[in-house]
């Protein structure tokens, strides 16, 4: 067979992301405050974005290039989605009985119409970490060379109040005795809170209990035996501690209230608050979903901007300009689009869950994206994209969006399943009445929640009872005996 060149022609078939559908991927799977910092670098970047009002006697911008604040009711759930391009018109707001949802301190006043109404102490600044509150008493009790030991111990204190150091080699490190590391540390541990710098948990308990003149011999010896407590061996406590049922009784009552983290009081960096996506309201007509519109600019294109600098600019410069210009518009319309998308899977949620917002998580049915995608007509990873790092806010609370879907557990008749999350609701409530006397096994739950219509194995009850955080049926007896 001869070689030689030759030409053929083949068709195929592929998908080929350009840079601005792959921006559009990355703004659908952005939270409302990520999205914020996002605009923010691009409004610093592009010129021709700008987040006031437009001017009443300038060129009016062309439809879309404004992103709406966009809203959606469910008028009833047998009944279809409404369509895409829904608005805040179609809400069912009554001015006079209905109240919209604050976003910021100022749609309270406009509200009252007093400023005398807001809580100015809520705008306090946040207590100082614990750190800040340990290197304080250093400077008031230590000076000199054991302020300054004092200071790397500080330093080397986690967030719960325990010294994670050797002092054998923080000695070496800092070139002084290991005298006066002890020395230095046994002040920290009479700084507030009482059981901060303690090494281990023993020691921590036994700070707190000299700071409470309680650390007699029989004390100490209960501390030094914590495992004993822990296993609820009493018998051989009140043996080795010397006492009698009344004195172990009160002992115990009195190790109950010290504190195992002392410095969690203070905790370590400020908690982050969660900023709901979504706000979920009841109305006349159904459900309605809008976008919490209060974290977001309002993106603008400055078309009047751009006239003033194409006149008599050079090509080089027009050819920026358009590129900003394309840039600018394509960024609104990907941001309406972006709430548009949200509030139509978000819609949906709401519609197959219905029973969660009426009567609470007893009622949640199973859900998976594939659901929600083919009921919307999106694909599933579209679906996976706005579920992910978004937050909604309803009469229930805030719950993230993904909560919502959950494997199901199938009746024992045949007819119909159960979301995992409201077998694991009635776990949890079997658990928190059990009585001390009659803790139930796992495999007992397993026979209640049979005998309910949930058909579920023993392992189940497992895995579901230690995702939520609960002992085994003798750690719980354990610790029912210890809280008396």
């Known amino acids: 067979m001869a070689l030689g060149p030759r030409l053929d022609l083949r068709q195929s078939q592929s998908l080929v992301m350009t840079p601005q559908l792959q921006q559009a991927i990355k703004l659908l799977a952005l939270s409302?405050?990520?999205?914020?910092?996002?605009?923010?670098?691009?409004?610093?970047?592009?010129?021709?974005?700008?987040?006031?009002?437009?001017?009443?006697?300038?060129?009016?911008?062309?439809?879309?290039?404004?992103?709406?604040?966009?809203?959606?009711?469910?008028?009833?759930?047998?009944q279809a989605l409404s369509s895409d391009?829904?608005?805040?018109d179609d809400l069912d707001v009554d001015f006079a009985e209905e109240r919209f949802h604050h976003d910021s301190a100022s749609d309270s006043v406009g509200l009252s119409g007093s400023s005398e109404d807001i809580d100015f102490d809520s705008f306090a600044e946040h207590e100082g970490t614990l750190h800040d509150h340990l290197l304080a008493q250093v400077g008031e009790?230590?000076?000199?060379?054991?302020?300054?030991?004092?200071?790397?111990?500080?330093?080397?204190i986690d967030e719960t109040g325990y010294l994670r150091a050797d002092l054998a080699e923080l000695a070496a490190q800092l070139g002084v005795p290991l005298a006066l590391i002890e020395e230095v540390l046994a002040g920290i541990q009479c700084f507030d809170p009482a059981g901060v710098g303690a090494r281990d948990l023993a020691e921590c308990i036994a700070i707190q209990a000299r700071e409470a003149d309680r650390y007699d011999p029989a004390m100490a010896t209960m501390i030094a035996h914590l495992d004993l407590v822990a296993k609820g061996a009493f018998p051989q406590l009140k043996r080795i501690c010397g006492v009698d049922d009344e004195d172990l009784a009160d002992m115990i009552r009195e190790l109950r209230g010290y504190d195992p983290k002392p410095g969690l009081k203070f905790g370590g960096e400020g908690a982050q608050a969660v900023v709901p996506d979504l706000y979920i309201r009841q109305t006349a007509k159904g459900w309605a979903v809008e976008i919490n519109s209060g974290t977001l600019p309002?993106?603008?294109?400055?078309?009047?901007?751009?006239?003033?600098?194409?006149?008599?600019?050079?090509?080089?410069?027009?050819?920026?300009?358009?590129?900003?210009l394309a840039g600018a518009n394509w960024l609104v319309r990907a941001l309406d689009q972006r709430q548009r998308t949200i509030v139509k899977v978000a819609s949906e949620i709401v519609k197959q869950q219905e029973g969660f917002f009426l009567k609470g998580v007893a009622h949640m049915r199973p859900l998976t994206l594939r659901q929600v995608a083919e009921a919307i007509g999106m694909h599933e990873s579209t679906v996976?994209?706005?579920?992910?790092?978004?937050?909604?806010?309803?009469?229930?609370?805030?719950?993230?969006?993904?909560?919502?879907?959950?494997?199901?557990?199938?009746?024992t008749d045949g007819d119909g399943a159960v979301s995992?999350?409201?077998?694991?609701?009635?776990?949890?409530?079997?658990?928190?009445?059990?009585?001390?006397?009659a803790i139930l096994s796992d495999e007992t739950i397993a026979q209640k929640l049979s005998a309910e219509g949930h058909d579920i194995?023993?392992?189940?009850?497992?895995?579901?009872?230690?995702?939520?955080?609960y002992g085994s049926s003798v750690q719980r007896r354990r610790q029912k005996a210890l809280a008396g």
Do not use: H
């Open 32 to 78: 409302n405050l990520e999205l914020e910092a996002y605009l923010a670098e691009a409004l610093e970047g592009n010129p021709l974005l700008d987040t006031g009002a437009p001017d009443s006697d300038g060129p009016a911008d062309e439809p879309g290039d404004e992103a709406p604040s966009v809203a959606e009711t469910l008028p009833d759930t047998d």
């Open 85 to 88: 391009s829904g608005t805040a």
């Open 141 to 156: 009790r230590f000076g000199g060379i054991e302020a300054i030991v004092a200071g790397q111990l500080v330093a080397l």
């Open 298 to 324: 309002r993106l603008l294109v400055n078309r009047r901007y751009y006239t003033e600098l194409a006149q008599g600019a050079a090509a080089k410069s027009k050819a920026w300009l358009s590129e900003q």
């Open 384 to 411: 996976s994209r706005v579920t992910s790092n978004k937050y909604l806010s309803c009469p229930r609370g805030l719950f993230e969006l993904k909560y919502f879907f959950s494997s199901g557990i199938s009746a």
């Open 420 to 437: 995992a999350e409201a077998v694991k609701s009635r776990i949890k409530a079997m658990i928190e009445s059990e009585d001390a006397k």
């Open 457 to 469: 194995a023993r392992r189940t009850v497992v895995k579901y009872r230690e995702a939520m955080g």
